[in-house]
Each structure stands twice: as structure tokens, then as C-alpha cells.
């Protein structure tokens, strides 16, 4: 399997515009996370689904984010509008389940510029 | 949310063992203990997850306290490429709580 997919890798973006972040999980696996990480907060949760479902949504910082699943193999996070302080690596990972026996798998992120 | 408490960094020579701590000791019963390591400019990958007995597999050992308030990530022999930020989760269903981590360096 290639593992998690995310696209793009870098995105360089004016503050205002529209950013659109894609994931493609692991096959199979019904759970996918959206993660940011910065220097100051770490590694956040932002958001997770179950089954293409979004389960909890607590860790969006505000209306100016939203997520979508509209099926099982693909994920995307939108910025609308973008602000600097949007300035982050976004993860996404995916797993095979919520038990807490399982791991997650993360793709390698997308390093979010916005100017 | 069960929280972790690592050491924000450490050091270690090249080809030494290693002993990563960590202390979590308000766990409850059905926790499990998370390891997870983030390489430089990578996502973070899975290292091993234990529940109460110790663990072993191909990239490091998982020690746990009897009282499971405490437990140990341990790297038999330390490479350069295990520099590195470890993380020690508890996890809970549907979700992991990172913290900061600890910041190997790995001494050639």
C-alpha cells in the first residue's frame, strides 16, 4: 500500500485566499484525522471521521476551516479565507479502527504558508 | 484527558541503548500506552503500544510500570536515524492527545 496520501506537499498562499488540503487514506481503513502542528501548539487534533461520517469536530479553530469526506478514500480541509496565523503543517492519518489497540498511519503533511 | 509527562529532551551516543521515560499517573484501566516518533520534516510514525505486559518488536521494547503510572520506550541500540521526537500517548477511543515530546539526539 502507498500509504496516506496528501496533496499538496508545499502551498504558498496570499492572506484572504481560498486552501484546499487532500487526503487519500490507507485503503480500508474507516477512521481519517485531520491534524495541524505549529511550534507553539504542537501536534492538534482538528477534526476525525468514522466511515466517511465526521464524528467530532472540536479542534477547528473556527467557520473559517471545514472538512469533508464524500467517500472512503478521500479528504479534503478547506481554509476560507486564509489568515497568517493559518501558517502550519496540516497531517492527515488514517486507521483501521478506533479501538485503542490501533495505531494510526500519517502521511507527510502539507506545510501551509499563507503571506 | 489522561495526560503524559516526558522529559523535553535527551542524548545519547551512537549505538548505545536508550531509555525514553515517561510518567502518566492518572491512566485508567483500559489505556493503552502509545509510542509514536516524528523524524524531521515527516508525519509521525508509529513505534509501539502496550497495555500491561512489556512489549518488544523490530524497532524498540515498551516497559510498563506495574502500577502502569509510568513506562519506558526503549531503543537497544541508537543510530543516527533514530534522532527524532518521541511522543507517549495514552489512547483514548477515536482519538490521540500529543504532547511535546522528547527531543533525541543521537551523538555519533
Known amino acids: 500500500d502507498a500509504g496516506v496520501i496528501q496533496s499538496p506537499r508545499h502551498e504558498v498562499t496570499e492572506m484572504g485566499q481560498e486552501v484546499t488540503l487532500r487526503c487519500k487514506p490507507i485503503s480500508g481503513h474507516d477512521y481519517l484525522f485531520w491534524y495541524r502542528q505549529t511550534m507553539m501548539r504542537g501536534l492538534e487534533l482538528l477534526i476525525y471521521f468514522n466511515n466517511n461520517v465526521p464524528i467530532d469536530d472540536s479542534g477547528m479553530p473556527e467557520d473559517r476551516f471545514s472538512a469533508k469526506m464524500p467517500n472512503a478514500s478521500f479528504s479534503t480541509l478547506k481554509i476560507q479565507p486564509s489568515e497568517p496565523r493559518d501558517s502550519a503543517v496540516y497531517f492527515c492519518a488514517s486507521s483501521p479502527a478506533a479501538g485503542m489497540a490501533y495505531e494510526q498511519y500519517f502521511g507527510p503533511g502539507t506545510r501551509l504558508t499563507v503571506t | 484527558d489522561a495526560k503524559t509527562t516526558q522529559p523535553n529532551s535527551m542524548e545519547s551516543n551512537e549505538e548505545e541503548p536508550v531509555h525514553l521515560p515517561c510518567n502518566h499517573s492518572?491512566?485508567?484501566?483500559?489505556?493503552?500506552i502509545h509510542w509514536y516518533r516524528q523524524l524531521p520534516s515527516q508525519g509521525p510514525e508509529y513505534v509501539i503500544h502496550g497495555l500491561t505486559s512489556n512489549v518488544n518488536n523490530r524497532m524498540a521494547s515498551l516497559a510498563i510500570a506495574e502500577d502502569r503510572k509510568s513506562s519506558t520506550l526503549i531503543l537497544h541500540r541508537a543510530t543516527l536515524r533514530d534522532a527524532a521526537v518521541y511522543y507517549c500517548?495514552?489512547?483514548?477511543?477515536?482519538?490521540?492527545?500529543f504532547g511535546t515530546g522528547t527531543s533525541l539526539t543521537v551523538i555519533p
Open positions: 500517548i495514552l489512547r483514548d477511543v477515536g482519538q490521540f492527545y
Open positions: 492518572t491512566i485508567s484501566g483500559t489505556d493503552y
